[in-house]
């Protein structure tokens, strides 16, 4: 259980967070940008599209408004049942009269859009929606099925620069022909743009590699090999939340938790980013979590092979010491004000 102590830090971390809300939004898009320029392309996938096919200005101010306002309520999460969550004044009126948000631009998060997956379209970049679905009328080109089909390639190609792992097992599909269903509209025609978008390469899930993601022994075994500054933390773990603690000896350590989450049978990814106390002695809870990542939650993760959890460990552990850094300045003046 939080102390008193640490139940002050984390709020006033999060006021400290909410103010430079701005800088977070700033910096997931310059994260995301390293990233690609590394070439991991396929965690970034739709963003890569709609960076190369949407109109400028791909974010405006009203649209980076409203994601720094989305980032508030994120921040303000999980601080615990007594404490209400972030209430913006903004988005109440944005949902109360939606005309006010129609304008809004924003690649990152455009939204449900109505040419895509979503049982109920609900688009908030409205440019982005018209401008792909005339893409499909226009162009015959389909932003979903194209981007679905450059993550699995992309996914496969990082994944060759995994070496603890034995290689996932690919197979060379027969493709279709296209074949259209005039009952639908051609953006909706499922059958019809899987034809047109097949995959070069398909991989098959290899049934002897399944334990590990239903085990521990796998994720120890790499986090070990690729993440010693993060030791497994045995005693804040179990079998369903294993814990890895940052090497430190502050008050406060970062943390990363791979857990079995909603009644899965396996371990969920990416792994979760969290500041923790380091007199945590007793199992880690949701409420022992004084604070969690809210910048970029979540990136494509595939099950067919133990390469897949080195690849994605191979992406997400860099990009966690570079949150932990971005961090480290809002943590120190949060302390610095806890002590004051």
């Known amino acids: 259980m939080r102390t008193k102590k640490f139940e002050s830090f984390a709020h006033i971390l999060r006021e400290v967070l909410s103010h430079d809300a701005g800088k977070l939004f700033d910096f997931q898009l310059a994260l995301m940008e390293l990233e690609v320029g590394e070439g991991w392309r396929a965690f970034h996938t739709q963003e890569i599209l709609f960076k190369e096919k949407l109109p400028p200005p791909l974010i405006n101010e009203l649209g980076r408004q409203y994601a720094i306002e989305r980032l508030r309520v994120e921040i303000w999460e999980n601080l615990g049942p007594q404490v209400f969550s972030y209430d913006s004044p903004l988005l109440t009126e944005w ?11 924003n690649f990152l998060n455009v939204g449900e859009l109505d040419t895509g ?6 688009p908030l970049d409205r440019t982005a929606n018209d401008v792909l679905r005339q ?23 990082s994944s060759a620069h995994a070496t603890l792992t034995p290689p996932l097992l690919i197979w060379e599909p027969e493709f279709d022909t296209p074949v259209r269903d005039m009952t ?10 899987k034809a047109v978008y097949q995959e070069r390469s398909l991989v098959v899930m290899n049934a002897n590699e399944f334990k590990a993601f239903t085990e521990p022994d796998e994720n120890l075994r790499l986090m070990a090999a690729l ?11 179990t079998g369903k939340r294993l814990v890895f603690v940052q090497q430190g000896d502050g008050l406060l350590a970062w943390a990363l938790m791979i857990e079995k989450t909603d ?5 969920r990814y990416p792994p979760k980013l969290i500041l923790i106390s380091r007199e945590q002695t007793k199992k880690l809870k949701d409420d022992d979590i004084l604070y969690m990542n809210v910048i970029g939650k979540w990136f494509v993760s595939y099950s067919y ?18 949150l932990i850094a971005f961090y480290a300045p809002f943590v120190q003046q949060a302390l610095s004000r806890v002590g004051s």
């Open 95 to 105: 949902r109360e009269h939606p005309e006010t948000l129609a304008g809004a631009r």
């Open 117 to 122: 997956p979503a049982p109920t379209p609900n």
């Open 135 to 157: 893409r499909i009328e226009r162009d015959h080109k389909h932003w979903w099925y194209e981007s679905r089909v450059n993550m699995l390639a992309w996914y496969l190609a």
């Open 184 to 193: 639908v509209a051609l953006a909706d025609d499922r059958g019809y743009w």
């Open 227 to 237: 993440a010693p500054d993060f030791p497994y933390a045995a005693h804040l773990s």
């Open 263 to 267: 009644g899965s049978m396996t371990y």
């Open 305 to 322: 092979g133990a390469r897949c959890l080195e690849t994605e460990l191979l992406f997400h552990l860099p990009r966690s010491r570079r």
